[in-house]
């Protein structure tokens, strides 16, 4: 079993940065990808960055491309999200979740999920 706890969410300024972090424990070696997702009240949680584990490989969605950046540290078992330039449109709830299957560039089958963080950016 996977257990996620996200952290580094908070307020900013529009065009500013912040950093999310997301440290995983437990049955790590069981993670295959993780990747970091987002939603509002009323809207459908979305895809925001993936990184697979082991292949490095790391997929965005368009709206936060060029702008976000995932990375992660195997060592410590931590998944990154550096946001900058960050707009209104970027406030959200931020989850993490990890997966022992992935292709396409998402995260497939049974999802582990953090508790997620509050980003809220303003003016």
């Known amino acids: 079993q996977v257990e996620l706890v996200e952290s580094g969410g908070g307020s900013v300024q529009v065009g500013g940065s912040l950093r999310l972090s997301c440290t995983a424990s437990?049955?790590?070696?069981?993670?295959?990808?993780m990747g970091w997702f987002r939603q509002v009240p009323g809207k459908e949680r979305e895809q925001v960055a993936v990184?697979?584990?082991?292949?490095?490989?790391?997929f965005y969605a368009d709206s936060v491309k060029g702008r976000f950046t995932i990375s992660q540290d195997k060592n410590k078992n931590t998944l990154y999200l550096e946001m900058n330039s960050v707009t209104l449109e970027d406030t959200a709830m931020y989850y993490c979740?990890?997966?022992?299957?992935?292709?396409?560039?998402?995260?497939?089958?049974?999802?582990?999920w953090g508790r997620g963080t509050q980003v809220t950016v303003s003016l």
């Open positions: 979740a990890s997966a022992a299957s992935c292709g396409g560039g998402s995260l497939l089958g049974r999802r582990t």
């Open positions: 437990g049955s790590t070696n069981d993670i295959a990808c």
């Open positions: 990184a697979y584990r082991t292949a490095g490989a790391t």
